[in-house]
């Protein structure tokens, strides 16, 4: 399997620019997770999916972040305007259940700057 | 409000030194996992702890999952350049909220050469 893909890998834009990032999960698994790492924070959990369909957005900063997983393949996450202090690196993650065990597998991230 | 502390925040060391990294809490986790993360990559799933006392090997590292569960040790032996990195604890998150992971702040390892 290719892993967990996303794009793009690097993204510069300029604050009040709409950013949306792409996550295509590993085939079969059931989860999808959005993180967002910075120094000062690591890595924070935004919001997730189960089967397509979200379950915890409580990470999600504010109204200007919004995620879709319109099917088992593809998400989304959308900055709209996007400010500075949304500058990080942003992984996907997806998982499947194994009995209780949730073993996360990460997309290799996009490096966010908002200028 | 479940929390997994990592200590240390930040550790350099010279080749062939042994180091041990921590993983605490006051909560209890069904299973605890340790990931590294490479410069510009994801991180990285090393290993699965499940049972109180369990203790893996992987080579030159061994975890640890404490009696109780809630914490976690992860020992290098004779580190390399090759393990410099950040090294992530997880636990699975509050009851209700399967599938989602509680991350710790991480342990950056410098191991100079």
């Known amino acids: 399997d290719a892993g967990v893909i996303q794009s793009p890998r690097h993204e510069v834009t300029e604050m009040g620019q709409e950013v949306t990032l792409r996550c295509k999960p590993i085939?079969?698994?059931?989860?999808l997770f959005w993180y967002r790492q910075t120094m000062m924070r690591g890595l924070e959990l935004l919001i997730y999916?189960?089967?397509?369909?979200?379950?915890?957005d409580s990470g999600m900063p504010e109204d200007r972040f919004s995620a879709k997983m319109p099917n088992a393949s593809f998400s989304t996450l959308k900055i709209q305007p996007s400010e500075p202090r949304d500058s990080a690196v942003y992984f996907c993650?997806?998982?499947?259940?194994?009995?209780?065990?949730?073993?996360?597998?990460f997309g290799p991230g996009t490096r966010l700057t908002v200028l | 409000t479940q929390l997994l502390e990592q200590s240390p925040q930040f550790l350099s060391i010279q080749e062939g030194e042994n180091l041990t990294v921590y993983c605490n809490s006051s909560s209890v986790f069904s299973s605890l996992q340790w990931y590294r993360q490479e410069p510009g990559e994801g991180p990285v799933l090393l290993v699965t702890?499940?049972?109180?006392?369990e203790v893996k090997k992987l080579k030159r590292l061994t975890f640890q999952f404490g009696d109780a569960r809630k914490d976690s040790s992860l020992h290098i032996t004779a580190a390399q350049p090759g393990d410099t990195g950040l090294y992530l604890c997880a636990g699975d998150g509050p009851s209700g909220s399967q599938g989602n992971l509680i991350f710790g702040k991480g342990t950056k390892l410098s191991v100079k050469p």
């Open positions: 702890v499940v049972t109180g006392g």
């Open positions: 993650a997806s998982s499947w259940t194994s009995g209780f065990i949730y073993e996360q597998f």
């Open positions: 085939s079969g698994h059931d989860y």
């Open positions: 999916f189960n089967n397509n369909v979200p379950i915890d």
